[in-house]
């Protein structure tokens, strides 16, 4: 058949490109195939069920630093297609995306099933046949194009987009058609820890603290931000963002390291007044005990427990009281230099460690791929085989949570398809 292009893998990457062909080119025939019974599964789950379409960033280089892998290629990517086109997209095809306090971007409805059903109806409209419980065994690259073979079945194809995800079967046949692929690992995990506290306090969350993950005295990975304790250890936007960063080197290390914690990352949200912090970022010890011995001074009567430190929470700072092993009935006026000197220390050099790792909910997310090197980002097109595309995260690149992997998804299918629907129109020409 001629004009046709097969799109190997049925999720948010392959569908977005799928519909984009075809409204660029209507002549070209595309066929999607999708290894199992279901399409579009991280959509389905995404945002809790309710897709976190995209992110509201608008700035390319801003946008691009939200990806510890593939950084670099998608500040030019997104020169072609971003968050703002992202919107403008959905709203033309009758979806409104509204935005969150946070930056992410949801349907109005709340229901990423908007999301799957607008596909879906596309698919009817522009003649998009999907192939479900069809995985693809082998590609092979001749003369005259592609051959997709599928258990006993063959198809002929002139061009492949390639939108497997993290599938190992992707990577595999990225490989047969001559690509190198990352090896991949797990990103965006929350962290588990092995003091038993921790899993205590399961459900309190700390507004801004850093964590930083150590190797002897060397900072290997510092991030902060907000930090939830769970079941099982510590989660939140700033262990995201560490495992996120330090995907390779956690791998590396079989997810045992060494943490240390400042609880008290960033005073001028903490509620101490202006007095207690300088031009500094992040409450030092000196100021943190020039406000201990404010306290004893100013409340001497008072229960050190009642006390609200800044913003961390009463139970979380009930805990470090019985970790420094200071009574609970204790008065300020009794805190001794020594309390202060160990709550000082519990408070902004807490050491805790690292014995594995949990995946974030549903959202799993892998670093790792095909080369980005063996990739041309104008036009998402092989530079190792001619006529091969792909998008999404087959390739190694990985985003943070809040979108950014999802607009990772809608920019390469399509810059993908843009480039392949002017081939064909070129071809046609002639």
């Excluded at 409204?23 to 399409?39: D, Q």
């Excluded at 309190?204 to 930083?212: D, L």
Aim: net charge positive; proline share 5%.
């Amino acid at each position: 058949m001629k004009n046709q292009i097969g799109i190997i893998g049925g999720g948010a990457a392959g569908f977005f490109a799928a519909i984009s062909i075809k409204e660029m080119n209507p002549s070209i025939n595309v066929v999607l195939f999708e290894a199992g019974s279901r399409c579009l599964k991280k959509v389905k789950i995404s945002g809790g069920g309710r897709c976190n379409v995209t992110h509201q960033c608008f700035d390319p280089i801003k946008l691009s630093n939200f990806y510890p892998r593939g950084q670099k290629e998608l500040l030019s990517a997104f020169s072609q297609f971003q968050p703002q086109d992202t919107i403008r997209w959905f709203q033309s095809h009758g979806i409104e995306l509204v935005p969150e306090e946070d930056g992410r971007i949801f349907p109005r409805t709340g229901n990423s099933q908007t999301i799957i059903d607008c596909f879906f109806e596309l698919c009817r409209k522009h003649q998009i046949k999907i192939l479900k419980k069809t995985p693809v065994t082998q590609i092979l690259k001749d003369s005259s194009g592609f051959l997709i073979r599928s258990h006993e079945q063959e198809f002929r194809c002139d061009q492949i987009f390639m939108t497997t995800g993290s599938s190992p079967q992707g990577h595999e046949l990225a490989r047969g058609l001559g690509h190198t692929i990352e090896p991949p690992v797990p990103s965006l995990f929350t962290f588990q820890i092995k003091e038993s506290w921790v899993k205590g306090l399961a459900g309190v969350s700390v507004p801004a603290v850093e964590v930083s993950i150590r190797e002897g005295k060397k900072i290997k990975i510092k991030e902060r931000g907000p930090l939830l304790m769970t079941h099982v250890g510590l989660s939140g936007p700033v262990i995201l963002k560490a495992s996120s960063w330090g995907a390779r080197y956690l791998s590396e290390i079989n997810y045992q390291a060494d943490l240390r914690i400042n609880w008290l990352s960033d005073p001028p949200q903490m509620g101490y007044g202006s007095e207690f912090y300088g031009k500094v970022k992040g409450m030092t010890e000196e100021t943190l005990r020039e406000w201990l011995l404010h306290k004893k001074k100013s409340n001497p009567k008072k229960d050190i427990k009642n006390e609200r430190l800044g913003v961390l929470p009463k139970r979380f700072f009930q805990k470090i009281l019985e970790l420094c092993e200071i009574p609970q009935d204790q008065k300020w006026a009794q805190l001794s230099k020594k309390n202060i000197h160990l709550l000082s220390d519990a408070l902004l050099r807490m050491d805790l460690q690292m014995v594995g790792k949990n995946t974030f909910k549903e959202e799993f997310v892998t670093a790792g791929g095909v080369s980005r090197k063996e990739v041309d980002f104008k036009t998402m097109q092989s530079k190792k085989t001619p006529g091969l595309f792909f998008a999404g995260e087959v390739l190694d690149i990985d985003g943070m949570t809040g979108g950014f992997n999802f607009q990772n998804a809608w920019t390469g299918g399509y810059i993908g398809a843009k480039s392949l629907a002017s081939m064909k129109k070129d071809s046609e020409s002639l």
